[in-house]
Nanobody
Framework: QVQLVESGGGLVQAGGSLRLSCAASGRTFSGYAMGWFRQAPAKEREFVGVISWSGGITSVADSVKGRFTISRNSAKNTVYLQMNSLKPEDTAVYYC???????????????WGQGTQVTVSS
């Protein structure tokens, strides 16, 4: 079974950058997509981005397009979320997830990390 652990969250001022990492341990296999989601207080979990196993397919939400970039190092079983030009509305708990298909729906993912807090101050 796969275990996912996020890291890299923290407190940053508006306009700053953070790089989140998600390391997978345990059993894994080729073909799994990796996604990033976030959840702000009193809001539903929101799709942020997804990347295919090979990295050939990537997609990010309109709300972060042009600011966030998703990438992965399959050899290290690690996915990254580079977050630039951060805004206070980006404040949320960020989760990584693994699933069998490239999708933007949380229900399509089988494994989830514990989340990492990102707080953007103005």
């Amino acid at each position: 079974q796969v275990q996912l652990v996020e890291s890299g969250g923290g407190l940053v001022q508006a306009g700053g950058s953070l790089r989140l990492s998600c390391a997978a341990s345990g059993r894994t296999f080729s073909g799994y997509a990796m996604g990033w989601f976030r959840q702000a207080p009193a809001k539903e979990r929101e799709f942020v981005g997804v990347i295919s196993w090979s990295g050939g397919i990537t997609s990010v939400a309109d709300s972060v397009k042009g600011r966030f970039t998703i990438s992965r190092n399959s050899a290290k079983n690690t996915v990254y979320l580079q977050m630039n030009s951060l805004k206070p509305e980006d404040t949320a708990v960020y989760y990584c997830a693994a699933g069998k298909v490239v999708a933007m729906y949380s229900t399509k993912y089988d494994y989830w990390g514990q989340g990492t807090q990102v707080t953007v101050s103005s």
